[in-house]
């Protein structure tokens, strides 16, 4: 299957500081990812959707000020957590459709960043 | 009301063991039906998708999803201790460029 890559994969920075988190494809292109954040014991919940070349759409409740998504190449999808906070203490995961399967555009998921904000 | 309700767990069952794992939904669009597994601290990865109702078999792995009652399951056959990791339904409306949403995932573990 395709290869989605995260950069760092953990992190740990103080509170107030920005914290940029890496996402790319390596084996092909994807005009859109999405970003999921991860708290211990509950679900995937979906941040936003990166575009490639245009601007992120976030989900109900997602600070778009707070976390800025650029999704400037067809490779490469960076989130940027700013001013973080403790309770931005999180797994962060990325992922990004890959070929399609039976009419279904399965997702690939990079193996995720744990940022703990101190 | 979650949109995609699953038991956390854990589960903990004896090696050859069969495990069922089951999920229930309230949004009656969904159509395209998932299965991840997540082992710890790694990013999920696709076990098998379903289309509208039906059955999909795959290895020691049988997906069925009855869109009547809203209820997905997955059964794994013969379980094994590499088996052990989280289990996670998903579900879209469409089988494009998706939204994907996701249970809380059911932590499987086997015994030797």
């Known amino acids: 299957g395709a290869v989605v890559s995260q950069h760092p994969s953990w992190v740990i920075c103080k509170s107030g500081t920005s914290v940029k988190i890496e996402c790319r494809s390596l084996d092909f292109q994807a005009t859109t990812m999405f970003w999921y954040r991860q708290f211990p014991k509950q679900s995937l919940m979906l941040m936003a959707t990166?575009?490639?070349?245009?601007?992120?759409?976030?989900e109900q409740g997602v600070e778009k000020d707070k976390f800025l998504i650029n999704h400037a190449s067809l490779t490469l999808s960076t989130l940027t957590v700013t001013s973080a906070h403790p309770e931005d203490s999180s797994f962060y995961i990325c992922s990004a459709p890959g070929q399609v399967r039976g009419g279904y555009n399965e997702q690939f998921f990079g193996p995720g960043t744990r940022l703990t904000v101190l | 009301q979650k949109e995609v309700e699953q038991d956390p767990g854990p589960l903990s069952v004896p090696e050859g063991a069969i495990v069922s794992l089951n999920c229930t939904y309230s949004n009656s669009a969904f159509q395209y039906f998932m299965w991840y597994r997540q082992y710890s601290r790694k990013g999920p990865e696709l076990l098998m998708y379903?289309?509208?109702?039906g059955n999909k078999e795959d290895g020691r792995f049988t997906a069925q999803v009855d869109k009547s009652s809203k209820y997905i399951s997955l059964f794994i056959r013969d379980s094994q201790p590499s088996d052990s990791a989280t289990y996670l339904c998903?579900?879209?409306?469409?089988?494009?460029?998706?939204?994907?949403?996701f249970g809380t995932g059911t932590k499987l573990q086997v015994i030797p």
């Open positions: 998903a579900m879209s409306v469409s089988g494009g460029y998706q939204k994907v949403t």
């Open positions: 990166s575009n490639e070349g245009s601007k992120a759409t976030y």
């Open positions: 379903t289309y509208s109702s």
